[in-house]
């Protein structure tokens, strides 16, 4: 037991956080990921998205408003906070995204899993760069409405997705 013990705490960048800078290209995305060494090869990961902000766009609200939270794990061939990763993870959010594209405007919540593959590149012994990107799928419970302010409902439902999840150019600070 005590080998056992010995060789989940040999190493010693057990800690790291970090931020995606390619989210808050999202319209501002504020967000953060936390993670954690269990052995040399695992890392969990616990994350947080979040957008209050409404732009507006030749006079009309544009929004990609959101709350996402996520847990998930790691696995690093080499060592972990080091070189090629896979990962997989639960996620929710809740969304009110319009007035981008088009005048319409959808809100809902999304419960489901993702995988997400990339590298994590040291610059400094406690900096690192990670690049990467990810898709996610699950079950989506929405509504569609015609404009971002009228509230005139167009559609409402349930239903299964799998869309893109991150495109990962996040500064990552290991303690």
């Known amino acids: 037991m005590l080998l056992v013990a010995a060789s989940l705490t040999s190493f010693a960048q057990r800690y790291s956080v970090g931020t995606n800078v390619l989210d808050y290209l999202n319209l501002a995305t504020i967000n953060a990921e936390g993670s954690f060494a269990v052995s040399r090869h695992w890392s969990l990961t616990a994350g947080a998205k979040y957008n209050p902000f409404t732009f507006e766009k030749e006079g009309e609200p544009m929004t990609g408003r959101q709350q996402v939270y996520s847990l998930g794990a790691r696995w690093w061939p080499w060592n972990v906070y080091s070189g090629w990763w896979l990962g997989a993870k639960g996620q929710y959010q809740e969304y009110n995204r319009g007035g981008i594209t088009s005048p319409e405007t959808s809100e809902g919540d999304r419960y489901g899993g993702g995988v997400a593959a990339g590298f994590s590149y040291m610059i400094h012994p406690h900096v690192n760069i990670d690049l990467g990107a990810g898709v996610w799928g699950g ?20 239903r299964w997705f799998i869309l893109p999840n991150d495109i990962i150019l996040s500064l990552i600070y290991v303690f």
Do not use: N, Q
């Open 139 to 158: 079950y989506d419970v929405y509504t569609r409405y015609t404009c971002p302010v009228c509230g005139f409902t167009k559609e409402s439902g349930e």
